[in-house]
């Protein structure tokens, strides 16, 4: 890591230092991180002064360019959140610069491939849902909403600045901003009732690699070797020259849409993934590197092995393992999020659902709002039990032809639905898996019986006639499967798989 921030500072030198400079992301219509020290930098000439005064407050901070890089930088307190715009003074050698029309509320940094590079405006024969509205009506929020659109570059070595600018949230600029952070910082500002700022820093097709620093590409066998002759999967050229700019411009957190280009490697995935995201803590220097990150799951589709595969339900479960194992991170669940005629169109246009998602659990786990349910249900574990005449009498009424279950009936407990699912019988898709190995139509359903349950909370019973014996259940466990099985706040089961016990 030292590594890095060496080369940094050689980068910085290549910048003149004859003119006071800040990087485009300082731009008019800035947007800065309540309640913080938020992080401003430049350069100027070697060794030189450099003056800061912010207009809410009036205070000024004084700091001296580095001797050899001409690289400064000052941590400015910021106030509360507030509708009101100020102004920030930069003076350095003779010259002066101002950024007009800031205002203070809460960033976040999104970061993925097409699905969250996804403009309101939608891609080719790819609409946004409910874009027109949200286009419309975007002007509501000039005052609250402001989104930097970072555009794609691809750099060899890490960079010091990138194109950039804030642009408020207007008709005239809404339709290129990303679908999914709009939608995420417009429902945001609805809970906090105060601004927000988004980044959008994505590429379609780029695979996490493309993310990640050279010096820990280096330690994977793949190395720097691309995955395709195709540039957007060309790895660490996304960091050095997108994200690598930005590090250290204090945010709240980062919003995750990526791992199309990754399917078909769940596990590589888990520790890749996690590698870059402790990565991107260290370089952003806030606090504890524990800034939080949430991301995407991976939208239902016709992956290589089609609709009935199963490289998109493994990767899905490799992302929900992520947050188990990777501290202050979550994944919001999204299989229900797409139409039948969908399953060949990569970019689902429901991504109004997917940023309130994100920004439920944002508002639950980073601002402590209460009343809303964020986490969606996910299995928990299961017990096997001989099948009642209550049991029967429920599979009998769901297939006539063959009333038995073999004396073997599976309780499934889940999470996060401790009142329930939004449906008590005709539940579809789950499976299970008999002794041969071979998957079948499960039945499934809602007990009322509260009796011999080890804790209150959430739970069905399964049987499958067909199987001789249960070995194996699974739910939604397809590349193109539309969840149907919600809690009662609208959030769908996670798609899992899981072993019965002592099968």
């Known amino acids: 890591m030292k590594k890095v921030f060496l080369l940094v500072a050689c980068l910085y030198a290549s910048v003149s230092m004859f003119a006071l400079n800040m990087p485009q992301v300082f731009s008019d219509n800035l947007m800065l991180q309540q309640r913080t020290s938020a992080r401003l930098w430049g350069w100027a000439l070697e060794g030189s002064v450099v003056n800061v005064v912010t207009g809410w407050d009036g205070k000024e901070y004084t700091t001296t360019a580095d001797k050899t890089s001409g690289r400064w930088e000052v941590l400015v307190s910021t106030p509360a959140a507030s509708y009101e715009t100020y102004s920030i003074n930069i003076k350095g050698d003779g010259e002066e610069r101002v950024i007009n029309n800031v205002l203070i509320g809460e960033v976040w940094f999104c970061c993925g491939q097409s699905n969250m590079e996804m403009p309101l405006m939608g891609f080719w024969n790819c609409p946004v849902e409910g874009a027109n509205e949200a286009i419309a009506g975007a002007g509501k929020y000039r005052n609250a909403i402001r989104v930097a659109t970072i555009p794609k570059t691809r750099a060899t070595e890490p960079q010091s600045d990138v194109e950039c600018r804030w642009d408020v949230s207007q008709p005239a600029n809404a339709p290129l901003f990303s679908a999914v952070g709009y939608f995420f910082a417009r429902t945001l500002t609805d ?59 204090t945010v709240r957190g980062f919003l995750w849409n990526q791992g199309e280009s990754n399917v078909g490697k769940p596990e590589e995935y888990i520790e890749r993934f996690s590698a870059m995201v402790r990565h991107w803590r260290f370089i952003w220097r806030q606090g504890d590197d524990k800034l939080p990150i949430y991301s995407v799951e991976l939208p239902p589709y016709a992956y290589g092995d089609g609709p009935d595969g199963l490289t998109g339900p493994d990767f899905r479960v490799a992302q929900h393992k992520i947050t188990k194992v990777l501290e202050n991170s979550g994944c919001v669940a999204t299989s229900d999020l797409v139409y039948d005629y969908e399953t060949n169109q990569v970019h689902g246009c429901r991504k109004q659902e997917i940023g309130q998602r994100l920004a439920y659990m944002a508002a639950t786990r980073d601002y402590g709002v209460g009343g809303i349910v964020a986490d969606a249900p996910e299995f928990e574990y299961m017990t096997v039990d001989e099948a009642s005449a209550e049991d029967n009498n429920v599979i009998a009424g769901t ?3 063959e009333p038995k279950a073999n004396g073997q009936v599976l309780q499934l407990y889940f999470t996060n639905a401790q009142d329930g699912f939004d449906r008590t019988v005709n539940i579809p898709d789950f499976e299970a898996c008999d002794s041969q190995g071979n998957w079948h139509k499960a039945i499934v359903w809602a007990s009322s019986a509260w009796q011999n349950v080890e804790r209150q909370g959430a739970f069905l019973k399964l049987a499958c006639p067909e199987a001789d014996r249960i070995t194996a259940v699974r739910y939604c466990y397809k590349n193109f499967l539309r969840g149907k099985l919600h809690n009662l706040r609208g959030l769908p089961l996670v798609p899992f798989v899981a072993q019965v016990p002592g099968e």
């Open 191 to 249: 809970i906090l009732d105060v601004p927000v700022g988004i980044i959008n820093c994505s590429w379609g097709g780029s695979a996490v690699e493309g993310w990640m620093p050279k010096e820990i590409l280096l330690t994977y066998p793949d190395g720097l070797t691309p995955q395709d002759d195709e540039d957007y999967h060309e790895k660490m050229v996304m960091y050095n020259g997108m994200l690598f700019p930005l590090a250290g411009y």
């Open 399 to 401: 297939i006539v032809a």
